[in-house]
């Protein structure tokens, strides 16, 4: 846990979640479809992962695993994967067109080495990623297993059914984020079906139940340290974040789950995320 | 190996031990049903690649692919009531689209779960699980076969659905028959009429040919071990040879043996098929042997159906 330890610099982090955001506004733009809110709000949960906590190489076969159990929220996570040197830049260009490898929903068959599993229907990953966990501890791999949920996702029994498994086995390799953005596509999550109390109801499941705001880096990348730290069962951090996030008139908007910004919505929202030193747009997405 | 009468799904837990041995790399999941599918002896002899997962049949399924994944290959075990349709949408995503090296074995599948009712009967697993992309179904018809499509899904490299009965059946094929996956076996030459047979039907379609062949009737018998991918070949060979075909499955007459048989006369040389199966309809409660009778799964059935083939041929 050595990259544990070492020193993090947040302002770099910060960027590179800005980038992301701009990225995905981009390809869903580009796309002409896409899931924009719950992938706005993953941008520092999915930053953290690859600009610091992941060990990501894809020929390691220690290397850290990532599900993401919400496969919808993929853009950020294909953003990623190019902004991390896995995929070429240029390929962000190609998401949800036809014969593209970055699947409308990601796809084992279409990249076998960066998917880990196909996902999309939800509350199906969450159990995948608890068997890599189960076959990583068999081999006596110390590697860790992220798994990315919705909160609209804990609605589906069989996320339940993993949160027994894992709390069951000790999985102190798996580490949950919930996107706790309060949104669905029907409205609040409170009103679609109530999920009070989920701190409460996560720590009878026999976890480790860290509380933050995910949209906050440092408290991200303190959230996965502890995470790591914890040997004893598998740890869950409750991101609550925003629908939405970095881009006002998208913010804690349920219609943003699945809507596509226009182009002059995409040009307003990429001017509110800023723009840093640190990265090049891609400029094959949005010709201006 | 086995002789007399023997129940497949205790092959199948004598095959998971040996391979046990000698690959550590498979892993057997069930889901509170361990000695009900005869893996009790796979868990004690190799506790550490055993797992419990508790009555949730989906999180099985779904773990059971993170698991091949990662390089292992697991049998994920239950009832094929439970399996096919309850985990029907983990099998489809996280194994099937994954193509996931995980095999969904299952034990009383058809009516001879008996007196457990309709709730437990599978009528339609065969069906299920052929409409799963690249899936291959194995349905073996004995001991023998069982013991030796087990090793022989551990070899292969994909999805794989085991379908293995609950009652101890006649055993009717040698152990030292050579098993490949994708290829029939004729168990009985003829050129009158062939019974495509698959599963716990298969000795009944032997003695049925039996009778018949007592009349003077050459029937062919044409076991199928694996529905998925048939053997399109050896089927065409028997519709050429014998230009009328009777299937015989336990299991619904939609969408299982049948239809796959269907399926491929129709385009590659049509002639004349009639199916023996459970009708549209959920079953009940009995001894097996009643309920056979009850759903027109015995001999007599399959006799009925030839004669009828061989009227319209």
């Not at chain 2, 299937?247 to 199916?275: D, N, T």
Request: some cysteine; glycine content about 8%.
């Amino acid at each position: 846990m050595e990259r544990f330890e070492s020193e993090v610099d947040i302002t770099r982090l910060e960027c590179f979640a800005q980038q992301l955001r701009r990225d995905t506004v981009e390809m869903i733009y580009h796309a002409g479809s896409g899931h924009v809110g719950g992938a706005l709000g993953l941008a520092e949960f999915i930053g953290a992962l690859y600009g610091y906590a992941m060990n990501f190489d894809p020929e390691d076969p220690d290397r850290d695993r990532i599900v993401l159990s919400n496969g919808h929220t993929c853009a950020i996570w294909y953003a990623a994967l190019a902004r991390s040197g896995l995929i070429p830049l240029e390929e962000l260009a190609t998401f949800r067109k036809l014969g593209s490898r970055l699947q409308g929903h990601p796809s084992r068959c279409a990249m076998p080495k960066l998917v880990e599993t196909s996902t999309g229907p939800l509350g199906q990953g969450f159990s995948v990623a608890n068997g890599i966990a189960l076959s990583l501890r068999l081999r006596k791999s110390p590697a860790r297993v992220y798994c990315v949920l919705g909160d609209g996702e804990l609605q589906e029994g069989q996320v339940w059914e993993a949160f027994m498994t894992a709390g069951h086995y000790r999985l102190s390799s798996m580490c949950v984020f919930i996107n706790n953005n309060r949104l669905q596509i029907d409205g609040k999550v409170e009103d679609v079906m109530n999920m009070k109390n989920l701190n409460d109801r996560l720590s009878s499941f026999g976890w480790n139940v860290i509380e933050i705001d995910g949209n906050d880096m440092r408290q991200v990348v303190d959230a996965l340290k502890k995470a790591a730290e914890c040997t004893t069962e598998p740890t869950v951090i409750i991101g609550n974040t925003l629908m939405g996030k970095g881009v006002p008139f998208m913010e804690n908007l349920a219609k943003w789950h699945g809507t596509t910004p226009s182009l002059e919505q995409t040009l307003t929202a990429l001017k509110d995320i800023g723009i840093n030193d640190e990265y090049a747009d891609c400029s094959v997405l949005i010709p201006q | 190996m086995y002789s007399g009468l023997k129940s497949m799904r205790e092959a199948f837990g004598d095959a998971l031990a040996d391979l046990g041995k000698i690959n550590d790399k498979v892993v057997v999941l069930t889901a509170d049903l361990t000695d009900a599918i005869k893996v009790t002896k796979f868990s004690e002899s190799y506790p550490d690649r055993f797992f419990q997962m508790g009555i949730k049949e989906s999180d099985m399924m779904g773990t059971a692919a993170g698991m091949a994944v990662d390089g292992l290959i697991p049998f994920a075990t239950t009832f094929a009531a439970f399996a096919t349709s309850l985990a029907n949408q983990p099998i489809r995503v996280s194994v099937g689209y994954n193509r996931a090296n995980v095999k969904i074995a299952t034990s009383h599948g058809g009516v001879c779960v008996g007196a457990d009712g309709a709730t437990h009967q599978s009528f339609e697993d065969i069906a299920l699980m052929r409409l799963i992309p690249k899936m291959t179904v194995l349905v073996p018809c004995d001991a023998n076969e069982a013991y030796k499509a087990t090793f022989a899904a551990a070899e292969f490299d994909g999805p794989v659905y085991l379908r293995f009965g609950r009652v101890a059946t006649p055993v009717v094929t040698s152990f030292d028959d050579p098993f490949t996956i994708g290829k029939a076996k004729v168990l009985r030459e003829g050129s009158d009429v062939a019974i495509v047979s698959t599963g716990s039907m298969t000795p009944t379609a032997l003695s049925a040919a039996q009778t018949l062949g007592k009349e003077g009737l050459s029937v062919k018998v044409i076991h199928m071990p694996t529905v998925k991918p048939l053997d399109e070949k050896a089927l065409i060979d028997a519709a050429k040879e014998c230009k009328c075909i009777v299937s015989a499955e336990e299991h619904s007459i939609i969408g299982g043996l049948g239809s796959a048989v269907a399926e491929v006369i129709s385009s590659e040389y049509p002639v004349v098929l009639e199916r023996v199966g459970v009708l549209d309809t959920f079953g009940e409660s009995g001894e097996p042997d009643e309920i056979l009778k009850k759903y027109h799964l015995c001999e007599t059935d399959i006799i009925e159906k030839v004669r009828s083939v061989l009227n319209k041929k």
